[in-house]
C-alpha cells in the first residue's frame, strides 16, 4: 500500500501534517515547528 505525506507549513512557526493512503486522509491542526537547522550549520 502507497502512502502520501505532506507537510504544509502555513507560517514558518507551524506545520501541518497530512497522511494520505487508504480511507479517508488524516490532517493535523498547525503544529508548533522549529527548523533544525541554524546559521551555524
Do not use: K, S, W, Y
Not at 4 to 24: K, Q, T, W
Amino acid at each position: 500500500m502507497a502512502m502520501e505525506l505532506i507537510l504544509n507549513f502555513p507560517d514558518p512557526a507551524h506545520v501541518v501534517v497530512e497522511l494520505i493512503g487508504e480511507g479517508r486522509p488524516r490532517r493535523t491542526a498547525p503544529l508548533p515547528f522549529a527548523g533544525p537547522l541554524t546559521a551555524a550549520d
